[in-house]
């Protein structure tokens, strides 16, 4: 499995623009996590998902933010519009069972809004 | 929900030192405890976890210990080497629960 991947890597975007960020899980793990960095608050939980249905969305910022996943092998996060201030990296992970396992992470998506 | 404080929030430590990292937790019922090293510009990955039935657990010269009863949890690396040189981040979770909560993170500097 070549492990969780997460397109794009770099994302440049106008204010007010659709961003939409991708990730497909590794194979076989139930839950999906999806997380924004920035050097003011760490790693911050958005959403996540179990068997894709999600679980629990209250770290989503805004109702800019929306997230799918539609079946096992893939997830969106949405943002629309996008704001400077969402400018971040943002990770998506999967895990095989709870949160008591290995949670492996993408290579994340840089997200610039200018 | 679960509260975890990790510090400080950088280190500086010369070459061959050793480097403590330290979190706090605030949910009694949280019992597995990760650690993860994420170099620049690159994902995190896990590099040592301990669970709540276990007080001390090493790998090579990384080692971890857990006090239940204060709740808190560290991260030791013996003899640094340059390559330590990351942003740690120490994370929680229950049983029960299934997110991690992590912490704010350690950027780690090793000084040739």
């Known amino acids: 499995d070549a492990g969780v991947i997460q397109s794009p890597r770099h994302e440049v975007t106008e204010m007010g623009q659709e961003v939409t960020l991708r990730c497909k899980p590794i194979s076989g793990h139930d839950y999906l996590f999806w997380y924004r960095q920035t050097m003011m608050r760490g790693l911050e939980l958005l959403i996540y998902f179990n068997n894709n249905v999600p679980i629990d969305d209250s770290g989503m910022p805004e109702d800019r933010f929306s997230a799918k996943m539609p079946n096992a092998s893939f997830s969106t996060l949405k943002i629309q519009p996008s704001e400077p201030r969402d400018s971040a990296v943002y990770f998506c992970?999967?895990?095989?069972?709870?949160?008591?396992?290995?949670?492996?992470f993408g290579q994340g998506t840089r997200l610039t809004v200018v | 929900g679960e509260n975890v404080e990790q510090h400080p929030s950088t280190l500086s430590v010369q070459e061959g030192d050793s480097a403590v990292i330290k979190c706090t937790y605030s949910d009694s019922a949280s019992n597995y405890f990760p650690w993860y090293k994420q170099e620049l510009g690159k994902r995190p990955q896990l590099i040592i976890d301990?669970?709540?039935?276990?007080g001390e657990k090493k790998d090579q010269r990384i080692a971890v210990t857990l006090n239940k009863t204060a709740k808190h949890f560290s991260l030791h690396i013996t003899e640094t080497q340059p390559e330590d040189s990351a942003v740690y981040f120490c994370?929680?979770?229950?049983?029960?629960?299934?997110?991690?909560?992590f912490g704010t993170g350690t950027s780690l500097t090793v000084i040739p």
């Open positions: 994370a929680a979770s229950t049983l029960t629960g299934n997110q991690f909560y």
């Open positions: 992970a999967s895990s095989l069972l709870r949160a008591t396992t290995e949670a492996f």
């Open positions: 301990i669970r709540s039935n276990v």
